[in-house]
């Protein structure tokens, strides 16, 4: 979703850009998942992985581990984005500091480890808190809509406010990263119980069904019950909620196909998303030179091109992350080899 996403979006013409057209319509509202799936899974697996450890030094090792995870992601996200040749020809802007994807998720990550640290000896209070801030974070969308981070450092600010350029911002995006570490609270205490599996699938598409298609209505409801104006500006901008909903189906449907999935090829390709997200980057929008299809190719493409376009994509992208996953796993083997042979 993530590749043909940014591929299409980004080299596809404009005049092809309508709304009314069917066919682009659903590209566009399924295209508006990606990011919600890809930070919420992301706080469900940290977190669930977090949860399962067995003892102190395990959850030390985990909490070491999600810390450099973190920060790494922070600082390919800067690095992604420096011109390199642009300052070596010393033209110098302030662009790269917008914030991204890799950042959103590596500070998150951080977010999570400290709420943790902080209660990880009052499990289900983490578990509750996770809930209510996600859910507060969402419901205020309003009080942050517009907000310009102003006099703030532009460092700062750009974690807060998208006046400057910055793609994602901390502000709601942790809210889905916080809703999935409540989900995995879930999974790590109802897991091993009878029937788990269809109790919580059926409870992905229920509660996804009920916020896609009535949250808005009930939040309307409150407005209608209580005259508080800020209900109705969240109803009729309710994106949060109906995109949560889309996210929880997604997740109904891949659990209740987890037999499938685990066996296929698709599995593999999953585990290599920060290796496949740096590579398109980098192909894509042509990170540290400059030169990439969007400045080769430019908004140029007519569907045809692009969908086909966006399917070699997807494989060479995929491909080139697999076989650069086995130059390192080789490299690892010959080199644990070398250590073995010296001793």
Not at 288 to 315: D, H, M, Q, S
Request: hydrophobic share 50%; proline share 2%; charged share 15%.
């Amino acid at each position: 979703m993530m590749l043909q996403g940014h591929f299409i979006d980004t080299l596809l013409a404009p005049e092809f850009r309508d709304p009314t057209i069917l066919a682009y319509s659903i590209w566009h509202y399924f295209r508006g998942i990606t990011a919600p799936t890809f930070f919420t899974i992301s706080g469900l697996i940290f977190t669930y992985l977090l949860f399962k450890t067995n003892n102190k030094a395990e959850e030390n090792i985990r909490i070491r581990k999600g810390l450099s995870r973190g920060l790494m992601l922070i600082i390919i996200g800067y690095a992604l984005r420096i011109p390199i040749f642009r300052w070596l020809n010393g033209k110098y802007d302030s662009y790269f500091m917008v914030i991204d994807v890799l950042q959103c998720i590596g500070l998150s990550l951080l977010l999570i480890i400290f709420f943790y640290k902080i209660f990880h000896n009052y499990k289900y209070f983490f578990s509750i808190l996770m809930f209510v801030i996600a859910t507060l974070i969402f419901v205020s969308e309003p009080l942050y809509r517009s907000y310009s981070a102003a006099g703030i450092p532009l460092f700062f600010a750009n974690y807060l406010s998208k006046s400057n350029g910055s793609i994602f911002t901390i502000i709601p995006w942790f809210g889905y990263m916080a809703y999935g570490a409540f989900i995995a609270t879930i999974f790590h205490r109802y897991l091993s119980r009878k029937s788990f599996k269809t109790k919580i699938v059926v409870g992905f598409f229920s509660i996804g069904l009920l916020l896609v298609y009535f949250s808005s209505t009930f939040l309307q409801l409150i407005f209608n019950y209580t005259r508080i104006e800020f209900f109705e500006r969240i109803a009729n901008f309710n994106y949060l909620f109906e995109r949560l909903g889309n996210v929880l189906i997604i997740f109904g449907l891949f659990y209740a196909f987890e037999w499938i999935i685990k066996k296929s090829f698709i599995l593999k390709i999953g585990q290599m998303t920060l290796s496949i997200y740096v590579i398109h980057f980098i192909v894509l929008y042509g990170s540290f030179t400059g030169w990439g299809l969007n400045r080769i190719i430019g908004k140029n493409l007519e569907p045809i091109e692009a969908v086909f376009g966006a399917l070699i994509f997807l494989v060479i992208i995929s491909a080139i992350a697999i076989h650069r996953h086995r130059a390192y796993s080789y490299l690892s083997r010959i080199n644990h080899f070398i250590k073995l042979k010296g001793n």
